[in-house]
């Protein structure tokens, strides 16, 4: 109840008296909880941080000291550690995007290019020197020569094409260095949400991309059910200690 809703009330765990035998936690305090309300502030905190990072000025650490004093109940489970590589991602991603839509800057003449130029230049001048030397020798050996030396020059600049391919280009959007998980309710309650996971401060919260409600004590009534069908395989059921957890989980 402490990581799903950020309750600050104490609870206690009430031994199940029904059929399914799985325990339940209640509050010592008399009050309601909002469902999900804390998956719900920490996807408008990432979306707002996102956005902040892409239009304000200033650093990352500024700009995270701003966002999340608008998000008091998000503050103990993010802190400036746990998302500056997020950032920085969001940061780079920013960019190679402004790169794609301005118009490209005068790019640096590369190695290949600077050797055609020479390769032109050096062509060039033996050129004039052959036409300077017609009058006083054959020209046959003259055509040979410029053949010669254009024949290189189509090869050279066949060889340019081919290795001056430019770079293949990420589409702007895609993310290859975050792993989506599935939301963990999405068995009981046929979600189909995505999230991923954020942990800080020994506190763990599954943070969903869209924002959407779950049963409460989802996830406590779970781990409850689990406990105790080991506890009863471990006492029934022969085998290893890691056998039987396989087993119980894969239920």
């Not at 998000?74 to 950032?87: A, D, F, H, P, W």
Request: hydrophobic share 30%; net charge neutral.
């Amino acid at each position: 109840m402490v990581k799903e809703f950020s309750c600050k009330a104490s609870y206690v765990l009430e031994k199940a008296s029904n059929e399914i035998g799985m325990d339940t936690y209640r509050c010592l305090a008399t009050h309601n909880h909002p469902a999900n309300e804390l998956t719900v502030q920490s996807t408008r905190f990432m979306n707002d941080l996102e956005r902040a990072v892409q239009r304000l000025p200033g650093t990352t650490k500024d700009i995270f000291n701003h966002v999340i004093e608008r998000y008091p109940d998000v503050k103990q489970l993010y802190t400036y550690s746990n998302v500056i590589g997020r950032m920085h991602h969001w940061l780079k991603k920013y960019r190679r995007q402004k790169n794609i839509i301005a118009k490209p800057a005068l790019e640096k003449e590369s190695p290949s290019q600077t050797r055609l130029k020479a390769s032109k230049k050096h062509h060039t001048d033996i050129n004039d020197i052959m036409h300077q030397e017609t009058s006083v020798q054959d020209t046959a050996p003259t055509r040979i020569i410029q053949q010669d030396i254009t024949e290189h020059q189509v090869e050279l600049n066949e060889d340019l094409e081919l290795t001056e391919q430019p770079p293949e280009q990420t589409p702007p959007g895609e993310d290859d260095a975050t792993s989506y998980l599935r939301c963990s309710g999405h068995r009981s309650t046929g979600c189909r949400g995505r999230g991923y996971i954020l942990r800080g401060q020994d506190v763990e919260s599954f943070v969903l991309l869209d924002e959407h409600c779950h049963p409460p004590n989802f996830l406590l009534e779970r781990r409850s059910e689990i406990a105790k069908t080991m506890k009863e395989y471990a006492l029934s059921v022969p085998g290893k200690p890691i056998e039987i957890y396989n087993s119980v989980v894969s239920m």
